[in-house]
């Protein structure tokens, strides 16, 4: 099948596209830029890439049939952020295609009610890309039950791999919380440290959007969680990466208003994002329609993601 990728030559796109390609599909990627995949892999070779600037098509109301016009079986859609995007291709592509997948994010369960969360838990969104992606996610879904429209929502949780840093044990980006836990220093967590995040690898991203694809009779109409089979408490992953270097953690906790106060106020925003959501997912469904089975745990993924980064020098030892 003719696969076009809009947004893949990032953290899924990666591992996604030349998985494409190697089960044979002709694969066309769109991006706005030329940036490489995080992994080099010969199918790459075999990938038509379009340079095409989809916000300034949008505002001229062409970008949908800017797609429709490239004739694809299958368009994955990775870089959706608003219901306006959504309903430009879905407008354009409307019986003309064979299967339409958004890649959408585990913040459309807001806070959760009981964990873990399962698809057909009701929403409660809270932020702009949490509302936003929600409303792209029912519609979506509300196009696909009423008019056929071929539609799979993915949701990922917080994506890992070599070459970027992942969110870390204290819910944000800053890399030296692994290096503190590394050198065997004190971290300091925000409460008691039992919120939760819910990592996933880049790779088992791929995998679920090629399952679903290949299962296609199973996944029109429905949203998956796409995550590792189990979300970690902040605690309990700051003492898994303190042993990953032969330490113990030495942790130690505030409030979270005065923990906001040892931190910059953007590592602050990241932090309150990520423990207000506390995601504790659910993959069962995806591995009883789509025979999802994650490759990594959270873990695995995350000591992976570490290692390159020591090795490349940004975690000081």
């Known amino acids: ?12 796109g990666t591992y996604l596209i030349p998985r494409l390609v190697e089960a044979g599909h002709e694969v066309i990627e769109l991006s706005r830029g030329s940036m ?28 949908g049939q800017f797609v429709n016009k490239l004739n694809p079986d299958v368009v994955i859609d990775m870089i959706c952020f608003n219901i306006k995007s959504a309903n430009q291709l ?12 958004s890649c959408g994010t585990i913040w459309v369960y807001g806070h959760s009610v009981e964990v873990p969360a ?18 792209i996610e029912e519609y979506l879904l509300e196009e696909a039950r009423v008019n056929n429209f071929p539609a799979t929502i993915l949701r990922p949780g917080h994506i890992v791999g070599p070459g970027w840093i992942p969110i870390n044990p204290a819910g944000n980006l800053n890399p030296d919380v692994f ?41 029109i109409g429905e949203n998956f969680n796409a995550v590792s089979p189990k ?4 605690r309990g992953y700051a003492e898994k990466v303190a042993s990953w270097f032969g330490k113990t953690a030495k942790i130690s906790y505030l409030p979270w208003e005065d923990w906001c106060k040892s931190a910059s106020e953007e590592e602050a925003n990241i932090t ?13 469904k995806a591995k009883r329609l789509l025979g999802y089975q994650p490759h990594y745990s959270s873990l695995q993924a995350l000591h992976e993601s570490v290692n390159w980064l020591v090795e490349h020098g940004v975690i000081k030892l």
């Open 1 to 12: 099948m003719r696969i076009v990728v809009i947004g893949g030559s990032g953290h899924v």
């Open 36 to 63: 490489k995949p995080y992994l080099p892999n010969p199918a790459w070779k075999y990938v038509r890439k379009i340079r095409v600037d989809r916000e300034k098509e949008e505002v001229t109301g062409n970008f």
């Open 90 to 101: 879905v407008e354009a592509l409307k019986s003309n295609i064979r299967h339409f997948l």
């Open 118 to 135: 399962t698809e057909d838990q009701a929403k409660c969104p809270f932020g702009e890309y949490g509302i936003q992606k929600a409303e």
């Open 179 to 219: 290096g503190k836990l590394a050198r065997e220093e004190e971290i300091t967590l925000p409460n008691i440290g039992m919120e939760t995040l819910h990592h996933v690898h880049a790779e088992d991203i791929a995998q679920i959007f090629v399952l679903a694809i290949d299962n296609w009779k199973n996944s």
């Open 231 to 234: 979300a970690l408490t902040l």
């Open 272 to 284: 309150w994002d990520h423990i207000a959501h506390s995601p504790n997912c659910s993959i069962e």
